[in-house]
C-alpha cells in the first residue's frame, strides 16, 4: 500500500535519474552564493527570485547524510536533509546581509521543524554558510531579529554542505504552476 506521499509525488512511471550534486553550471567571476532553508522550497525560492540581484536559484537537499536523495526520501525524514535553497547573486547589485533580511521576514524562525502546514526536520529554518564572512553576517543578522521577538529563534547556522538539487518539476515551482501556496508565500 502506498503511502500519501508516495501516491502524491511519484509517477509511477517515471524512473528518476540520479542527479549531481549542484555545481554543474559555473557561474560569473565576482558572483556569491547563499544557501537557505525556511520551509517548503518552493515559497522560498519564489520569495528570492523577487529580488533584483539574484542571478538564479535552485531548489535542493542539504544538511543531511544520504547522497543524492529523492523529494520522497526527503518527505520521510530519515535523510536529515533540509528542504533548501541556493541563491546565486551580484554583490554589486545587493549584498549578502540584504538576503539575510529577507531570509528572516519570508518564514517564522521560532518554530522547530515546522513553517504553516508543513512539519518535519525537512522543513527547519537553516542558513547554510559558505565562508566565516557568511557564518559571521548569519549570526549577526540573528541577533538582530532576535530583538524584535519574543520566542526564541531556532535557527541553525552551519557550514553549507553538499546540495543535491531537486527533480525538475520542483525548479520554479510557482511560476510553471501559476499560483503560490506555502507558508512562506502567505506571511
Known sequence: MSTLIDRIFTKPTQQRAPRPPSQAQPHPEGTELGTFAAGCFWGVEAAFRDIDGVLETAVGYTGGDRVNPSYRQVCHGDTGHAEAVEVWFDPGQMSYEQLLETFWRMHNPTTPN???????????????????????LAIRSRENAQTSLRKRIVTEITPASEFYRAEDYHQRYFERQGRAACAVTLR
Open 114 to 136: 515546522r513553517q504553516g502546514w508543513d512539519r518535519g526536520s525537512q522543513y527547519r529554518s537553516a542558513i547554510f554558510f559558505h565562508d566565516a564572512r557568511q557564518q559571521e
